[in-house]
């Protein structure tokens, strides 16, 4: 089912919240996973999703990983949420979303990355000082949160 047209259906654009969950996945040299959207808004960002009526965020977050990568993912650690005001798309038909996102994070994956070319039109290990201008917002303050903590949890 697609929860999202399902909801659409009902309601038109008005606003309403969707649940998500986004990845980080990190590779040996600590490097992240960036998907570049080939759907709307056509920025580099996290993979991830909507949930979909009776999907675990855990199911979500591993479906995402595997549509949109190709790869399969393991030892899924919570980071965090975004919600709010600043989460808030409105498509370019109209469609108001406010997104609350669920945020893991995971080092353990296998199979050979290749992007979907609908979803996903590329993706790319980038260093955490050299991440993209066109990243989503919400989406870089998820990899600044991963960092910080991560020096927090050395230190």
Known sequence: MDYVRYIREKVGNIPINLTGTNLIVLNEKEEILLQKRGTFPY???????????GESLEECVIREAKEEANIEVKNLKLLGTTSGKDCKVTFPNGDETYFISIIFYTKDYIG??????????ELKFFNYNNLPDNIAKTHREAIEKYFKKQRRVTE
Do not use: M
Not at 43 to 53: D, F, H, N, Q, S
Not at 112 to 121: G, H, P, R
């Open 112 to 121: 050979e990355i290749k992007a979907d070319k609908k979803e996903t039109l």
């Open 43 to 53: 920025k580099w960002g996290l993979l991830g999703g909507i949930v979909e009526l």
